[in-house]
């Protein structure tokens, strides 16, 4: 007889964990779970409450009040647990110009208290692995942004830690170094490493994040796959073209409550359906019978970065 | 030439720092006690209190200016060139002459402010009887003349600068030579004159007779305002006028210099092949840093944190360049003083070596809050108290060579003259500011966002505390308990908001 197995402990979960900066409210009950193996995206403009919530998982900053678990390990209570499987990178570089690439990781690697002989392949383990194995004796102030961003990497990857929070790594990079550091950011996925990585830029994440959270204000406002956010917001939009009177085919569609939005434009509406289940159909339904003249009804299609716009909408504003 | 831009942002800013209320607040309570300390031990029998109280008030002015002055001046371009702000400023119609006029004015009310707070006390004086007008008039011209040299070091230093130890060096180093120019001054007219005689037999002594003068340290003024005709007198008056003249014209001479330095800062040329190739040789002899690796291995390992301080060849060179400094320093007093003189110059030397010992406390783990290496380190196993252990450790470590030397040279002349001179309490006072020092600056560190407040704050609460007590309480050896004990309080305080500081995370300079 095989008792069913418990589930396994998420990567990252959180409970109403808020931070308090004075009367500023960063982070608002947020109730976020990571699973093992995710290259989670986590989401948010400028100011949203992305670096205070991976510093808090660092265990760099505490929590006001809510809980946080990083592979079941308090980061308040067990801090050193959580410190020695994650990695944090923060949204700048933390270098000394005047440092050798070498030298850096093996201080890193001594604060991690890594054996000395240990230490010496695994630094030139990890320079492999990112891709500077020829910088390794340069210093640190003659490498490109681009460079020192990949360095940032090998020092997080210095204690070979389970989970990974990169905040806004991609910041500043030009498109090749993008491409060059999402690229490492997938080798390490494969290599069974947790990575969250934050970014205010929704569509750089798309291909590369199998899940996604959004947050505003330091409120979550969605969690789940990229699909599943254009299903849920993506509400379908079409263009209906009236023989006349627009404004009021807008007006009556707006009473529907399968209708999220209905706004006229010179001779148009543009109507965006409420959710993915509502059929097209329905426009012409209501529209007809009250005598308008229907013209055309055309479907739009809808970018991820407008169903972000969309998303975050009702909170920026 | 447009500089009202400049000039307007400044006070703005100044405006904006709250700590500046508080550091005038305190600067005027300080006068207020000093002045009523004065008062209060009274004059000898038969002299008015004024003629008593003003040659002290205008002495400490005197030096706060040579001291305060350019330390106050010395970051304020070089800060801007640092944080990359000076470059912004040449994309606006401003020349820079023109930022450095604007940044000077700002700093010209900063020092003013101290002479005019001192200045009812001085008027006090008057009320209290035994000040003449030549007293009066001596004190404000040579003052104004300090003042204006002294600005004149710290911009100048502060133009030719980029990193702040650079800058407070140089402008400690301008402000030597500008004090120097000014005893000069008065020395060589006599030196040329009738009564030269005595200046050549010891020029040493001719330029403490020109300290003790400006500074009125005697009450040279007085006796003179007595005994002299009033045709000697306006004679005086006028070569202390030219005098203040000439450092207004030294000022405008430094300040186009400073523009030029700045203009050509601005530009921020690329070094010269030869200065490439000094570079290499001489700062990353690569060779040279191989084997320095391999030896320090061992270090890295015990201890990743103290590694860390001693890597740079900064490090290293204010460690060895203090303790072969003073070796230097001593030989040369032990050779041509004598021996009594010698015991006597140990005060200066440890105070020279308590200067050190703050630059570095107040230095503490200051590029490491600038590049953001303080928060990658407080994410790793290593804790807060680490941290902070391993600074106060480091920087004993740092000056033990040259106060080993320091200590040496005073008991040695010591034993061979015994009881000459409070030899005890001067190791006792240098011993327990050097031992507290390093907590008082890592907590200013820490809390302040400039070096040179943390550095004042540091000196002013290890150093100017326990002996203003001292001095209140009119120097008695047994009056030691007291400062010793407020001493190790303070830091006791100190060594627990530090650790507060790092836990609550209070020390990030990049809030958003
Ligand atoms: N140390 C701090 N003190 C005060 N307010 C802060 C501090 N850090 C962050 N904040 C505020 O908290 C909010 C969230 O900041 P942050 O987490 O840095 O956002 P993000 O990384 O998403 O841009 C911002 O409004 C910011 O101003
Ligand atoms: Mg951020």
Redesign the interface.
């Known amino acids: 007889m095989t008792t069913p197995a418990a589930p396994p402990i998420p990567a990252v979960s959180t409970a109403n964990l808020t931070r308090v900066y004075g009367a500023m409210t960063a982070l608002d009950t947020l109730n976020l779970t990571v699973n093992r193996g995710d290259l989670f995206g986590f989401i948010g403009s ?2 949203a409450g992305k ?1 205070t919530t991976l510093r808090i998982l ?4 505490t929590p006001t009040t809510g809980t946080a678990f990083v592979f079941g390990h308090d980061v308040v209570a067990a801090p ?1 647990e959580v ?2 499987i ?1 990695g ?1 990178m ?1 949204d ?5 110009k ?3 690439v070498t ?1 850096y990781l ?3 690697g ?4 890594l ?2 002989a240990k230490r010496e392949q695994t630094v030139k383990d990890v320079l492999e692995l990112v891709g500077l194995s020829e910088k390794r ?1 340069s ?1 640190i102030g003659a490498l490109s942004r681009g460079m020192q961003q990949r360095l940032g990497l090998a ?1 997080v990857l210095i204690h070979d830690p389970q989970i990974l929070l990169l905040d806004e790594p991609a910041s500043g990079l030009d498109p090749r170094a993008r491409i060059e550091m999402m690229a490492v950011l997938q080798e390490l996925q494969r290599m069974g490493k947790t990575i969250i990585i934050s970014s205010h830029i929704l569509s750089e994440l798309e291909t590369l994040c199998n899940r996604v959270a959004i947050i505003e204000r330091g409120k979550l406002i969605y969690a789940g796959s990229v699909q599943g956010m254009e299903q849920k917001h993506g509400g379908r939009i079409y263009l209906v073209k009236l023989a006349a009177d627009s404004e009021k085919a807008a007006e009556l569609l707006r009473t529907r409550k399968e209708i999220a939005e209905a706004t006229a434009l010179d001779g148009h509406v543009k109507v965006t359906l409420a959710g993915a289940d509502v059929d097209a159909s329905l426009i012409a339904e209501t529209l007809v019978p009250a005598g308008f003249r229907l013209l055309e009804l055309r479907e739009e299609e809808v970018g991820l970065e407008e169903v972000f716009l969309r998303v975050t909408k009702g909170e920026t504003q | 030439m447009t500089f009202a831009p400049v000039l307007i942002r400044e006070f703005r800013e100044e405006a904006r720092r709250p700590a500046n209320r508080w550091v005038r607040v305190g600067v005027a309570a300080l006068l207020a006690t000093i002045f009523c300390v004065l008062i209060s031990t009274g004059p000898q029998a038969g002299r008015a209190s004024g003629d008593y109280v003003f040659p002290k008030l205008h002495a400490l002015l005197f030096g706060a200016i040579w001291l305060v002055v350019p330390v106050m001046t010395a970051d304020c371009i070089s800060r801007e060139r640092r944080e990359g702000t000076l470059g912004l400023l040449f994309l606006t119609p401003l020349t820079p002459t023109g930022v450095v006029i604007g940044k000077s004015a700002l700093q010209i009310i900063r020092a003013l402010t101290l002479v005019l707070a001192a200045m009812p006390m001085l008027a006090g004086c008057f009320a209290l009887g035994g000040v003449t007008w030549f007293d009066f008039g001596a004190s404000l011209l040579i003052n104004l003349t300090s003042l204006f040299l002294a600005l004149s070091a710290g911009m100048l230093a502060s133009a030719l600068s980029r990193e702040w130890p650079r800058a407070l060096a140089a402008a400690i180093v301008f402000s030597g030579v500008g004090l120097f120019g000014l005893l000069a001054s008065f020395v060589v007219p006599v030196y040329r004159g009738p009564s030269g005689a005595l200046f050549r037999s010891s020029p040493f002594g001719a330029f403490s007779w020109a300290l003790n003068y400006c500074s009125d340290a005697n009450s040279d003024w007085s006796r003179m305002a007595a005994a002299a005709t009033a045709a000697q007198l306006s004679s005086a008056m006028t070569g202390f006028a030219v005098r203040l003249l000439a450092a207004v014209a030294i000022f405008g001479f430094v300040l186009v210099v400073a523009g030029l330095a700045v203009r050509h800062a601005a530009q921020e040329s690329p070094p010269s092949p030869f200065q490439l190739w000094l570079r290499k040789i001489f700062c990353e002899p690569l060779w040279l840093l191989r084997l320095f690796r391999a030896l320090t291995r061992r270090k890295l390992d015990a201890a990743p944190l103290s590694w860390l301080q001693q890597r740079s060849w900064n490090a290293r060179l204010t460690k060895w360049g203090w303790c072969l400094g003073l070796v230097v320093v001593e030989t040369v007093l032990i050779t041509f003083f004598s021996l009594h003189d010698f015991l006597g110059a140990q005060a200066v030397a440890g105070a020279a070596l308590l200067f050190g010992i703050s630059l570095s406390s107040a230095g503490s783990y200051r590029v490491e809050r600038q590049n953001g290496v303080l928060e990658l380190l407080l994410v790793t196993p290593m804790s807060e108290g680490e941290l902070i252990r391993s600074r106060i450790w480091n920087v004993w470590l740092q000056f033990l060579p040259a106060t080993a030397v320091f200590v040496f040279a005073v008991l040695a002349a010591d034993s061979v003259l015994p009881n000459s001179f409070e030899t005890a309490a001067l190791l006792q006072y240098f011993g327990i500011i050097a031992a507290t020092m390093p907590f008082v600056g890592l907590y200013f560190a820490l809390r302040t966002k400039h070096f040179i407040t943390a550095w004042v704050c540091t000196f002013g609460f290890s150093f100017a505390l326990p002996l203003s007590i001292s001095v209140v309480t009119s120097w008695s050896v047994q009056g030691l308990a007291l400062p010793l004990f407020l001493s190790f309080m303070l830091s006791v305080v100190l060594l627990a908001r530090a650790q507060g500081t790092l836990t609550a995370r209070r020390f990030l300079l990049h809030t958003p």
């Open positions: 400028n100011g670096t660092a265990t760099f900053l050193n410190r020695r994650l944090y923060p700048f570089f933390g270098v000394y005047d440092m050798e030298e093996d201080f890193f001594a604060c991690y208290k054996p000395a004796g210093l020092r």
